[in-house]
């Protein structure tokens, strides 16, 4: 056996549920190369797994809570992130980590991605950005490139889509990054770093859905979409979050676009705290 | 002030502050919440006093993240609480289910103002009690407290919690304007661990723990996060396991746990007071606010020799249906006085099955009963 494969194995027992496989994704999902890279990540930033929680929302993406093996909470649709910021305020021990999807981060839950980036709090989100809502379907997505086909839009998309980095970047985020699934090596290392960074992380994966968006905008299999990822990615660490939206056929820009430290919510709470303990002067 | 930083003595304080002090004494240390009248001062007084006492209070984008962010912390270990009013609490309503689904002791504080819709923020409502019984999907039990004074504010609160960590479920404080503005005199007893119910945790191993396996009280033991169980829960249907569970038999076995635990333990959970009801042909039953009204209108009517009597429900869910259903078979009439167009008074009906009369007295919000109007309609009805 290969050592890679090996390594493999040995991970899947470490920090998969086995009695919950198989899985739900569809053949050739970007899902579970980016799971792979969270769990590899995992392993490798020395953080003790008793002490990371998972939280997920709903769709295809917010499945992954349910596979690990770790503490994990399925919540509702868009609301991963606030009953992530309760378990992470309230014990500030835990490493917590919201894997959701696009429409369940940038939708439904996008007032919560906005406010917990801007509070700061120590809190890695890590978002499969698939353009669509891949469990019910593959209706149009907020983050849907412009005229693309979805299953709500027989006749292209009408609507612009977010630029989820520059939506982070101006809400308060330390830590924007963004990978499609064929850069795994970079996603992993990416992962690694969000995790041990203080402050609110964000790490967007973009992902083939060969099942529905795919098959809707003739990339059908998911070697379709790696390979137009090979041919669009541009590699660009430190890129202007200005310059990286997604257009159907433009370049992905895709890196490290920032890493900056600021004080984070826990720091802030610490000074409060000091001062409310102070005798108040009469 | 005690070590601990609870406060002790006597103080002359409203509802709201009554009942975020309730709150810390029941070792609440999380709270969340959005700026609305007439909670407001809870959200102030919390503020102020956990960061003082080792506690977290933050204040969320919506009501939506408030009630998500109280689960979040329960499952940390920590007890938590919200607050707000008519339009919050609709918004709370998809996340209260899921805290009845996930099973997660927390406390949600409704002062209830006069509805629909914006209505009347400053002014007194008692409009969201069958809101608070049916208003998030699905079949379900839920546990409502209705205090009636800045006292009962404090220690209702503090039975929130308790049965709520016993239950392991969502307890709702359904209060309303008039009682969370008012100023009494409020007693805050030394309130000792002995006095504190923590839900009940796991006493296996982690491999052999499976967080929805219950033995006959059917409250499971309750696993926080950080402690090596490396548990799954989901809003989806689950097996004993916390496992997705996609049949009619597995929702079934669940939900009729989910509603069991509340309702077989109906007699621990409901709460009512009587007054005058040993011989009484007309019982005025009521709630909240409306009950000190209701009260003295039955104090007036013994005056003029009317055989009237007085039933306050402090426990609104689950209903005091034994009761009720007692006191059907003794007395003629029910009169319901409550600050809405009619919602209590249907249960009073349904449990009267037909034995005694059920007349409504329907208010649509922004003031109180007036005694006499009470009176008036227990005389009609003695006539």
């Known amino acids: 056996m290969p050592d890679h494969e090996a390594d493999g194995h040995s991970l899947i027992a470490k920090y998969l549920r086995q009695d919950r496989l198989p899985h739900i994704w569809c053949p050739a999902c970007g899902i579970g190369p980016a799971l792979n890279c969270f769990l590899r990540a995992i392993d490798k930033s020395g953080l003790d797994p008793d002490k990371i929680s998972v939280v997920s929302g709903i769709g295809c993406s917010g499945r992954v809570a349910g596979y690990v093996k770790l503490d994990s909470f399925h919540t509702t649709h868009g609301r991963a992130i606030p009953f992530a910021t309760g378990l992470k305020l309230a014990n500030p021990e835990l490493k917590v980590v919201v894997f959701s999807g696009d429409g369940d981060l940038a939708a439904i839950g996008g007032n919560h991605l906005i406010h917990a980036a801007r509070r700061n709090i120590d809190m890695t989100v890590i978002c499969i950005n698939n353009f669509n809502y891949g469990m019910t379907g593959g209706q149009v997505g907020p983050t849907a490139p412009y005229d693309v086909r979805t299953s709500t839009t027989p006749y292209g998309n009408f609507e612009p889509p977010f630029n989820l980095p520059l939506l982070l970047y101006a809400s308060g985020a330390t830590y924007i990054a963004r990978w499609t699934v064929l850069h795994l090596h970079q996603l992993e290392g990416t ?17 083939p859905c060969p099942a529905v968006y795919g098959r809707m905008n003739k990339e059908p299999e998911g070697l379709d979409s790696l390979k137009s990822y090979e041919k669009r990615s541009i590699i660009k660490n430190g890129a202007d979050p200005k310059e990286v ?20 919510l826990h720091g802030s709470l610490g000074v409060v705290a000091e001062r409310a303990r102070k005798p108040t002067k009469k | 002030m005690t070590e601990n930083g609870h406060l002790l003595g006597e103080f002359f304080i409203n509802g709201d502050v009554a009942c975020a002090e309730g709150a810390i004494s029941a070792g609440c240390r999380f709270f969340a919440g959005y700026p609305i009248t007439p909670a407001t001062e809870i959200a102030e007084r919390m503020s102020r006093r956990l960061p003082a006492i080792g506690g977290t209070y933050i204040q969320m984008e919506d009501e939506i993240a408030s009630m998500n962010a109280i689960l979040g912390a329960s499952w940390a270990g920590v007890k938590s609480m919200t607050s707000t009013s008519g339009p919050g609490f609709s918004l709370m309503m998809e996340n209260i289910g899921l805290g009845v689904m996930l099973e997660t002791p927390c406390v949600v504080v409704n002062i209830q103002r006069a509805g629909p819709s914006t209505g009347l923020p400053t002014l007194v409502g008692q409009q969201d009690i069958m809101q608070a019984r049916w208003g998030s999907h699905g079949s379900y039990e839920i546990i409502a407290l209705s205090p009636d004074s800045p006292q009962h504010m404090f220690d209702l609160t503090v039975k929130a919690f308790n049965l709520s960590e016993k239950y392991r ?16 005199k409020v007693v805050i007893p030394q309130i000792s661990a002995a006095d504190l119910i923590y839900r009940k945790m796991p006493q296996i191993g982690a491999g052999a723990y499976h967080p929805y396996k219950a033995d006959e009280s059917l409250v499971p033991p309750m696993a926080i996060a950080g402690q090596g169980y490396r548990f799954h829960v989901t809003g989806l249907t689950h097996d004993e396991r916390g496992y997705p569970a996609m049949t009619a038999a597995a929702q079934d076995k669940l939900v009729t746990r989910l509603i069991d635990k509340i309702r ?39 005056q003029k020799g009317i055989k009237a009597g007085f039933l306050q429900l402090i426990t609104l869910w689950p209903f005091a249906e034994k009761r009720v259903r007692e006191l059907a078979s003794q007395v003629k009439t029910f009169i319901v006085p409550e600050i809405n167009r009619g919602q209590i008074v249907y249960e009073v009906e349904r449990c009267s099955c037909g034995k005694a009369r059920s007349v409504s007295l329907p208010h649509s919000g922004g003031d109180v009963h007036r005694p006499e109007t009470i009176l008036a309609a227990i005389k009609e009805c003695h006539a």
């Open chain 2, 169 to 184: 479920v969502p307890v709702l404080m359904m209060s309303d304007e008039v009682v969370g503005h008012m100023s009494e």
């Open chain 1, 191 to 207: 992962i690694t770093e969000a995790l041990l960074k203080p402050g609110f992380s964000f790490v967007e994966v973009i992902s």
């Open chain 2, 264 to 302: 077989l333990h109906a007699d621990d959970i409901i709460m009512y007071d009587e007054y005058m009801t040993d011989d009484a042909d007309i019982v005025v039953c009521a709630y909240g606010i409306t009950s000190r009204i209701a009260r003295y209108a039955v104090k007036l009517a013994r």
């Open chain 1, 245 to 264: 939206d997604i257009t159907q056929n433009g370049p992905i820009i895709v890196g490290k676009f920032i890493d900056v430290d600021r004080p984070t």
